[in-house]
């Protein structure tokens, strides 16, 4: 490569949690560059979560971070075209990508949702992830299951 790496920028942690990972999410699910309307969305999700989650002695805070961490993928295939044939090659992802991967199809499955607002639509997959289903998660479950059925093209690795 000729151009050197792009340095990663800091992210200020959000003011009501003080978390960097909620700003991250908040920037993912901001549109047309409202950030505030994508936080009054994020927040007022995680009052309905609060609200609705059966487990108590857990903060809706964390049972979004439990619903992200089972929305993770570990692997994912990646095309490689070897002598005339493109093959479908698993690769471990790095730490940030299944964090950024994790937050886009919360996000992008929680949109899909039949509800009225976002912030009903998000909280729901939120929950649903939490209790490891909903779109989401099946998401994740697809792309190991893709991942494990092209395990033997494995040995062409990048």
Do not use: C
Not at 58 to 71: C, I, P, Q, R
Not at 90 to 105: E, L, N, Q
Not at 128 to 157: I, L, P, Q, W, Y
Request: charged share 35%.
């Amino acid at each position: 490569m000729r151009k050197t790496k792009a340095k990663k920028r800091l992210l200020l942690p959000d003011p009501k949690f003080n978390d960097q990972l909620v700003t991250r999410f908040v920037n993912n699910l901001m549109k047309d560059g409202k950030k505030s309307t994508a936080f009054k969305i994020f927040y007022d999700a995680l009052d309905i979560v609060e609200q609705r989650k059966e487990d108590e002695e857990k903060t809706s805070l964390e049972t979004w971070k439990d619903a992200l961490t089972n929305v993770m993928p570990h692997v994912e295939v990646r095309s490689r075209r070897v002598g005339g044939a493109n093959f479908q090659i698993p690769v471990p992802i790095r730490p940030d990508r299944k964090i950024s991967m994790a937050m886009k199809w919360l996000i992008k499955y929680s949109s899909a949702r039949n509800e009225k607002s976002m912030a009903q639509k998000l909280a729901s997959e939120i929950l649903a992830a939490a209790k490891e289903e909903g779109s989401a998660v099946k998401k994740k479950v697809d792309t190991h299951r893709m991942a494990e059925a092209n395990k033997a093209f494995s040995h062409f690795k990048f």
